[in-house]
């Protein structure tokens, strides 16, 4: 995996460009966010996910799927259960992942804010290969960025309370964070 800071693309994974994204107003980068996501929900290795952030969610497929299938969302990345990374967006533009958001009191958490989503629920373990990938994903995007530091990486729960749980309990973000800061001294 390495990271393109002049395209803000990754290489050596999947890319699976998204039209649901717009410029950066002041072009900022300074928060980094973790979602959860499993399409039908609690399904894994589905493609659906790819599907829904490329407007192409079959609606008539799934009860969910119909209810969502309208929404023109998107992440930077996605990480699947067994490791396997797709970027989505550039890291220079907007993507729609975080919605109404807030971060220390500033809002529309888009705007200055990568997005990654694991796949998978708020209650099961996330993969052993999810937290590797994670962890090399963002080493690279902090390297490129330097002001996401482990203050400004943060869960889709803690900017947008009232409305979301993801990465939900089952995300450990102790084992991210001392995984990162162990990757960070063998520099
Ligand atoms: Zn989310």
Redesign the pocket.
């Known amino acids: 995996m390495q990271f393109d800071p002049s395209t803000g693309w990754c290489h050596g994974i999947r890319h699976c460009p998204s039209p649901n994204f717009n410029a950066r107003p002041q072009g900022e980068i300074s928060l980094l966010?973790i979602?959860?996501?499993s399409l039908p929900p609690g399904q894994f290795g589905t493609g659906k996910v790819q599907q829904f952030f490329r407007n192409g969610l079959p609606a008539d497929e799934h009860p969910y799927f119909a209810a969502i299938a309208a929404l023109r969302v998107s992440a930077h990345f996605f990480i699947e259960r067994d490791g396997a990374v797709t970027q989505f967006v550039s890291c220079l533009e907007r993507a729609w992942?975080?919605g109404q958001s807030c971060f220390e009191g500033r809002e529309n958490c888009n705007d200055f804010s990568l997005?990654i989503?694991l796949e998978g629920t708020d209650e099961l373990p996330y993969s052993d290969a999810q937290y590797a990938s994670l962890t090399t994903l963002t080493r690279l995007l902090q390297q490129a960025y330097p002001a996401l530091d482990v203050r400004r990486i943060c869960g889709?729960a803690d900017i947008?309370p009232q409305r979301?749980t993801?990465?939900g309990p089952a995300f450990d973000w102790t084992r991210y964070r001392t995984a990162l800061s162990d990757s960070g001294d063998m520099q």
């Open positions: 966010v979602h959860g996501i992942h975080a997005g989503e889709h947008a979301k993801d990465p």
